[in-house]
């Protein structure tokens, strides 16, 4: 009952209030100093009842402009919040083909944030048939089967290691990432509170990321190797490559004698996965000498001395000295030595032509003219093209 008199004397009091005229910025004023200690809510249905039981009040919303257009901003808003929260719809609420397909349109940046986000999409996006298609856009022409066994192998040896083996200097020019957020430069925000993920060490998507850090050195080809050496025009050399995503290129390492050479600003047109699985210091099997006729386009090892590795040379199959090459007449075919032509040398150099056994052809040459070792015939359209554009401006001596 007491409570029930207070409330109505304070009810008459602020009444009252209403009907005096005041300037309109102090009444505001009032309103104002007493809303923070009733929800909105209640002062509004306080509002509409002071309309109901006193017509000769004038209601509180049209004599305050101001305090409407909050009210009204508030309930709105209100409403607007509840209308989302019904129609949200989450992504993993998605079907799994529906949500899959959206995945494989996002990049390896787009599907790395959203590794992040929860365990079930950690799960899906860190799937190795997300990222060898990735792999296979960008890396496909420059890896190979041997690239992807020295991954394997190098995961492998790492599990083995000892812990203190994994430490990475300070200042080593390529860093290595912890997980899948540390790859995204451009969020660190996200790499600190999820930075400690961690993949499976032989995951396609790690060996993508080791790739685009620098990581991982994987085998390939080098065309024209040591910047262009016109002692190495329209050769191809093995080495062991690592990428520099700041400079969209490569660097090089290749075997010798003694120190590896290395070699920096390699461009993508430069490298090939390597065409067959010879090791560089091994001579090729021929399987095509049978078949090896003029014009053929063939690529061939050589190596200077037995101490160094093969590189892969372009040239063609060239016509006996006694045939005149008409094609009709042509008998080289069947001829027991196969002539080969290296046609970027002038007719005069030693380097121009070169004679090999269809028979019985091993490794040929001597320490002067250098041992020249298996060969490859080449069907594809693609790989002739490839040494046609790498072609020399000029004729070499």
């Not at 093995?238 to 070699?263: C, K």
Request: proline share 5%; aromatic share 12%; net charge positive.
């Amino acid at each position: 009952m007491l409570f029930f008199l207070v409330s109505c004397l304070s009810f008459l009091l602020l009444s009252q209030s209403f009907l005096k005229p005041h300037p309109t910025s102090k009444i505001e004023s009032r309103i104002w100093a007493f809303l923070p200690w009733i929800s909105f809510e209640v002062f509004h249905r306080f509002s509409v009842l002071m309309g109901r039981k006193r017509k000769v009040f004038i209601s509180v919303s049209q004599a305050f402009p101001s305090i409407k257009r909050f009210l009204s901003a508030r309930f709105e808003n209100l409403n607007q919040v509840d209308k989302e929260e019904k129609d949200e719809i989450s992504l993993l609420d998605l079907p799994d083909l529906v949500l899959d397909c959206i995945l494989e349109k996002l990049s390896p940046a787009d599907l790395c944030s959203m590794a992040g986000v929860c365990s079930y999409l950690r799960e899906k996006c860190t799937s190795d048939h997300l990222w060898e298609k990735h792999i296979k856009q960008k890396w496909g022409r420059v890896i190979g089967e041997s690239a992807y066994k020295e991954w394997q192998c190098q995961q492998i040896a790492s599990k083995m290691a000892p812990k203190f083996l994994h430490s990475t200097p300070k200042r080593s020019k390529f860093r290595l990432f912890s997980g899948p957020l540390e790859f995204l430069k451009h969020k660190p925000e996200l790499k600190e509170t999820r930075k400690s993920s961690s993949l499976p060490a032989n995951s396609v998507m790690s060996c993508y990321l080791a790739l685009e850090s620098g990581k991982f050195w994987f085998p390939a080809q080098v065309f024209n190797r040591e910047n262009g050496n016109v002692g190495f025009m329209l050769s191809c050399y093995d080495a062991q490559l690592s990428y520099d995503s700041i400079t969209d290129n490569f660097v090089a390492r290749y075997p010798g004698q003694g120190r590896s050479m290395i070699e920096e600003g390699i461009e993508w047109d430069r490298i090939r996965a390597p065409s067959v699985d010879t090791p560089a210091n091994v001579v090729h099997i021929s399987d095509c000498l049978h078949e090896l006729k003029p014009d053929d386009h063939i690529e061939i090892q050589w190596r200077k001395n037995k101490e160094f590795p093969y590189g892969w040379w372009y040239g063609v199959v060239g016509h006996q000295d006694s045939c005149n090459a008409n094609q009709f007449n042509c008998q080289c075919h069947i001829n027991d030595t196969v002539i080969l032509e290296f046609k970027q040398f002038n007719p005069e150099s030693r380097w121009r032509k070169a004679m090999i056994s269809r028979k019985d052809h091993r490794e040929e040459g001597n320490e002067v003219d250098g041992f020249y070792g298996g060969i490859r015939k080449l069907y594809k359209e693609e790989e002739i093209g490839k040494w046609k554009h790498l072609w020399p401006n000029r004729t070499l001596e």
